[in-house]
T-cell receptor, first 114, second 112 residues
Framework: DTAVSQTPKYLVTQMGNDKSIKCEQNLGHDTMYWYKQDSKKFLKIMFSYNNKELIINETVPNRFSPKSPDKAHLNLHINSLELGDSAVYFC?????????????FGNGTRLTVT | QQQVKQSPQSLIVQKGGISIINCAYENTAFDYFPWYQQFPGKGPALLIAIRPDVSEKKEGRFTISFNKSAKQFSLHIMDSQPGDSATYFCAASTGTASKLTFGTGTRLQVTL
């Protein structure tokens, strides 16, 4: 199936640990994103990558680092996890970066930090 | 700073009724207004979108109404069905897709 897939679906970890979330898209898109959805369902962009280059980085702590080995993959590494990092993280992709492109989201990774 | 304000936060509609979700924006540079639909356990998916040079766009049972002077736009779901039960997000963008700003979401429940 063509889709944006991310793993794991659930991630439970303790404060201070380092974790990674993987994302892959087989839609042939050239731009990928990471979004954070908080407990109130608010969606906020964290990063986007276009042709393996970071093109936007919102005010995200540097404990978060995106890594893209190729244009089909965008992984998210989180160091020294904090309680406030608990959220659902969505990977998304699009063809191009124009304002009218459709974002295709994965099904999310629910991160719980205890 | 909330650039796109969405209401109501939750909405219960009977099957066959009309669901209406409203959004207001502040940034006059916004020039593309999509709506995304999110089912539980899934990621958001693009539902319908409108440009500011038209006042209405209809796709099946879903209609966007846009009022540029009031800086408001709304989603109407006609003949609402239980399968429409989801969270709906309005959004607005300018420049690039990375500048897409989402509203706070409306949880719609359609009852039998």
């Amino acid at each position: 199936d063509t889709a944006v897939s991310q793993t794991p679906k659930y991630l439970v970890t303790q404060m201070g640990n380092d974790k990674s979330i993987k994302c892959e898209q087989n839609l042939g898109h050239d731009t990928m994103y990471w979004y954070k959805q908080d407990s109130k369902k608010f969606l906020k962009i964290m990063f986007s990558y276009n042709n393996k280059e970071l093109i936007i980085n919102e005010t995200v702590p540097n404990r978060f680092s995106p890594k893209s080995p190729d244009k089909a993959h965008l992984n998210l590494h989180i160091n020294s996890l904090e309680l406030g990092d608990s959220a659902v993280y969505f990977c998304a992709s699009s063809q191009g970066t124009g304002r009218r492109v459709a974002l295709h989201f994965g099904n999310g990774t629910r991160l719980t930090v205890t | 700073q909330q650039q796109v304000k969405q209401s109501p936060q939750s909405l219960i509609v009977q099957k066959g009724g009309i669901s209406i979700i409203n959004c207001a924006y502040e940034n006059t540079a916004f020039d593309y207004f999509p709506w995304y639909q999110q089912f539980p356990g899934k990621g958001p998916a693009l539902l319908i979108a409108i440009r500011p040079d038209v006042s209405e766009k209809k796709e099946g049972r879903f209609t966007i109404s846009f009022n540029k002077s009031a800086k408001q736009f709304s989603l109407h779901i006609m003949d609402s069905q239980p399968g429409d039960s989801a969270t709906y997000f309005c959004a607005a963008s300018t420049g690039t897709a990375s500048k897409l700003t989402f509203g706070t979401g409306t949880r719609l429940q359609v009852t039998l």
